[in-house]
């Protein structure tokens, strides 16, 4: 999906494009907006897809995926089917190493946004980053 160089400032932007498409499914799935140094939005994807209480993205793929598109800095999305707003263990874990490779390879990682029915939990809004 290419949402044509929408400019985003926050999670909220990105929930307003995402939200409708995530908050009925009843599997995991992990989306990932790619944006370019002016926070243009170049590319929306589904990285992975799984089952009704996990989904499986991988730190590397999402990196080299990045770098292909010449993305500046990334934000991720994924959705709980169980509508449990809060971050699992895991969800916590994948985002600490995902800032760490994305520190390394000069990729920001803005937030990681979780949708869970009609809420949003933003890891950058909680400081969480």
Known sequence: MSAGKQKVAGAKEIV???M???RDLKTEVF???FLDTN???IHIADTAVGTVDQAFPIVREIIHAALQKFAKSIICVHNHPSAELA???????FTHDLCGAGKLMEIKILDHIIIAGDKHFSFAD???L
């Open 31 to 33: 989306k990932v907006v």
């Open 39 to 41: 926070n243009r939005i």
């Open 16 to 18: 307003d494009i995402v």
């Open 87 to 93: 971050p699992s263990t895991e969800d916590k874990r």
């Open 126 to 128: 909680q400081g969480l």
């Open 20 to 22: 409708p498409q995530m």
